[in-house]
């Protein structure tokens, strides 16, 4: 038989929680998804590491195979599904997959984030489609509202809760009164937080999905190395009590926002006003607020990682995808970064800082801390004494906006300061 | 010359509010817009009523026409943009754009409610494109996001605050302790409100609304006359207070849920409770919650009207159509009805209820009402008088989920009892 058959045919690359979600997705909304992309589909091929491993998705045990690469030129598979994770052999199955003419949806964040520019342009080059909605924010439609539906907005700003397993610890940590380490015990016992959290709590995963939504949304190449990031783990429990008390939330934050033609990208924990849209983001919730020059403060807002939130965005991709190979129209929502935007470092950027020190409880402290801020033209909002043990005084600041850079000059002098024992915490407080 | 240019030709009918607020958004995002379509975009015709009356955008005098027939037939327009409002003479047109082979965009809500289904049908038919963002809730993304980025999911409910005077109204007669007629009067001063509300406050604008979005989501053809409304003339500041100490906030709901092979579909004033994400969506913004069978819930939301969002959604349905032409793959997106669902009347629709009689202050008279109810198997979660004036006392009474029918049934009868004055408010409780 030499002609193409009429199904559309699917490859998949990897068949852990995303692959099950998305083909559990994707068999049992069969008649409807085949009526919405006016073809029928069929899975022809699987690779995995472990092909005889039993999986819980009702798939023929013939399909899998340890080969990728069998999979990227199989003829009759005209879209190929990576959910593998990680840059490599993702990256090289991929480009693979291009060469070969294939469409290609991933649900990978890191590698979109760290390699997504080569690949996409490849992509481009050839008139093939590249899909990516299940790489941020789970089930949450983020990516195609950025390319279409906000397409005539000049967007100015993306603050978004992107991490699901940090914002379940500040979350507990809040409701619970308790510390980063217990929480975080909990939320790996729940599933919620992996055996080496490294990756969610310093902040890098939250990173990656900066770094993919900042691209779209201000049509530019943004690299990892672009982006700053830091997580959560200097957070204390007295940290989220005293922000509650000062009428603030702490969420881990990914923020992208336009200064004049240069970026801001950064990932840190700050704190946001308690009546704040994204303050009420609970749990393993993600949300992503976008401000666009006409459609103003737009939300969404929905579960932000697991097998089936993911496979919905992934089995999503493959019915558009889908679509495109029917009306042989792929690639028409190519990738078009036409912005070289700088970046703006750090020290340029103006926050206020939530600063948390313990000191000795003896007059005259305060005052040669104030003095050194003053000297930086750090104006101070609020000084509060929280408690005093042992002599040990511990002193929360909050400031007026000033440039990271003089906050930070400042902040040296005052660990040198004889009369400071630590600093217990800096956080940066957003509007 | 015989060529089509190689610019994308727009004609628009109407150049009201949101015909300005999309031509303030194409024109000052020109630059990023064409690089997005990859081909410049030039505005042709205008039909207005009155082409010489000033207008805020900076468009060339001589291509307002009254002749809005011209516009659709004009060779060098390719989309046409319908922002006229109402059925006729927009219907008119389109049908006429669509038969001179022109791609359209609108955002008419009771065009589409009303006429949508013969207009998308000859779109449908001809292979051009019909978009619609705009016709619900502003600039929030919804119909793209429901068409596309939920596309595998099978959609269990669409639960929608879409309509902004609404809940202006209702945000403030909580906020303000005020009733309906001075918040109404004081939104109509602020330009929340028209000069004749009714549309807004009687419920039909959402449930022009509410028929898009369950078309869409339900692929199926949602009639205006499938879908059950009432306004919020009947709530007072009692029961706004009222539901906030039961824990509640009093909402206007647009529901479209599935009930097995049927659909529930209403608008009503509803009781959510204060920690439901639809609770917090206040003053004129708007949200639309999703649930779907992998994403789970998810909720978009933003400012629900306005020209320059709805612009925004204009705009960028003009962008989209755009890729379409230059991609020759217009009505790749088609609509495709293909379930034929039956509405469940509303007497079968299983709610709980909260209810607010006047009754004469004497004893026997709550325990003559609930036998009433008891009667018809609707069972009571709980009771309070709230006050007495004069002999004449306030109760409200929530009950358990019971069906409508039941319930009204036993509410002829205990509005009959000599004992009761008058039933002041009844609402439905919305989990």
New interface residues.
């Given amino acids: 038989m030499t002609t193409p058959p009429p199904e559309i045919g699917l490859g998949f690359l990897g068949m852990g929680i995303v692959g099950c ?1 998305t083909v ?3 068999l ?2 069969r008649a ?2 085949e ?2 992309i006016g073809r029928p589909f069929v899975i022809r091929r699987v690779a995995v590491a472990h092909p005889s491993k039993p999986r819980p998705v009702d798939l023929d045990p013939g399909i899998y195979t340890a080969d990728g690469a069998a999979v990227v030129r199989d003829p009759h598979v005209d879209i190929v599904v990576e959910v593998i994770g990680g840059v490599e052999p993702a990256r090289t199955y991929i480009a693979s997959a291009l060469e070969h003419g294939k469409q290609v949806v991933s649900a990978n964040k890191e590698l979109i984030a760290k390699a997504g520019a080569e690949l996409l342009q490849m992509a481009a080059a050839r008139k093939l489609d590249f899909a990516f ?1 299940g790489s941020v924010a789970g ?3 983020i990516i ?2 950025l390319k ?7 967007i100015e700003r993306v603050t978004g809760i992107v991490n699901g397993t940090t914002n379940y610890i500040l979350t507990r940590m809040l409701s619970e009164s308790a510390a980063f380490e217990d929480v975080l015990a909990q939320a790996q016992r729940l599933g919620y937080a992996e055996a080496d959290p490294s990756n969610d709590v310093d902040g890098a995963d939250a990173a990656y999905k900066l770094a993919i939504l900042a691209s779209i949304a201000f ?1 530019t190449r943004v690299r990892m190395e672009d982006v700053y990031y830091e997580g959560i783990r200097s957070v204390t429990a007295d940290d989220v009590t005293h922000a509650r008390e000062l009428g603030y939330v702490i969420k881990l934050l990914a923020i992208a926002k336009r200064s004049g033609e240069r970026l801001e990208l950064r990932v840190h924990p700050g704190l946001i006003p308690a009546d704040h ?1 994204l303050a ?1 983001v609970n749990e393993v919730f993600n949300a992503v607020m976008v401000k ?12 932000g990682a697991g097998g ?2 993911t ?3 992934v ?2 991709d ?3 995808v889908a ?2 190979l ?4 792929t ?3 190519h990738d ?1 970064p ?1 912005h070289d935007r700088a970046i703006v470092p750090m020290a340029e950027i103006r926050s206020q800082f939530y600063m948390r020190l313990l000191t000795l409880d003896r007059p005259g402290v305060i005052a040669s801390i104030a003095t050194i801020l003053g000297d930086h033209e750090v104006s101070i909002a609020s000084v509060m004494q929280k408690a005093s043990h042992g002599g040990v005084a511990e002193i929360v600041w909050v400031t007026h906006p000033a440039p990271e850079g003089r906050f930070r000059a400042a902040l040296k002098l005052i660990s040198d300061l004889p009369t400071v024992h630590e600093i217990g915490s800096v956080l940066r407080v957003e509007p």
Avoid: H, K, W
């Avoid at 279409?148 to 000049?154: E, F, G, P, R, T």
């Avoid at 666009?292 to 579960?303: A, K, L, R």
């Avoid at 029917?326 to 129209?329: L, N, Q, R, S, Y």
């Fill in positions: 979600g559990e997705t994707l049992a909304n409807e998804i009526a919405r909605e089930g949450i439609p195609l509202p279409v539906s906000l397409a005539a907005n000049s049509s849209p009420s666009g020059s006409s459609v103003g403060e737009v939300m969404f807002y929905g579960q089936l939130p496979g919905s965005a089995a999503s493959i019915i558009d679509r495109n029917c009306c042989e129209a690639g028409r929502l078009s036409f």
